[in-house]
């Protein structure tokens, strides 16, 4: 089994800063992908970023350009850097992990194993 432990989460300024980290403890062989998603109240979970063991990025259209996802295969940790935070990013954000990188998998939120989130809050 795989457990997700989200950290990093907190309150900032808009065009703040904020950086998530998500330590991995279990059976490490059956991660491929991770990622992060994201809730905000009232509203669909979103696929926020996602890397490969490869290091092969996607990220949704919110975040390009001010959101940088990474991982260290090492310890099987993956981060998102926020950068230029705003109001609209205010949301839970969970870390993922699969064995797999199907698109389909991670875009409908199919994906093996889940964090319990963290809170980031970005005030206006």
């Known amino acids: 089994q795989v457990q997700l432990v989200e950290s990093g989460g907190g309150l900032a300024q808009t065009g703040g800063s904020l950086r998530l980290s998500c330590a991995t403890s279990g059976i490490f062989f059956s991660i491929n992908t991770m990622g992060w998603y994201r809730q905000a109240p009232g509203k669909q979970r979103e696929l926020v970023a996602r890397?490969?063991?490869?290091?092969?990025?996607d990220y949704a259209d919110s975040v390009k350009g001010r959101f940088t996802i990474s991982r260290d295969n090492a310890k099987n940790t993956v981060f998102l850097q926020m950068n230029r935070l705003k109001p609209e990013d205010t949301a839970t954000y969970y870390c993922?992990?699969?064995?797999?990188?199907?698109?389909?998998?991670?875009?409908?939120?199919?994906?093996?194993?889940w964090g319990k989130g963290t809170l980031v809050t970005v005030s206006s």
């Open positions: 890397i490969t063991r490869g290091r092969i990025t």
């Open positions: 993922a992990s699969d064995h797999q990188t199907t698109w389909t998998i991670w875009s409908e939120g199919r994906v093996d194993h």
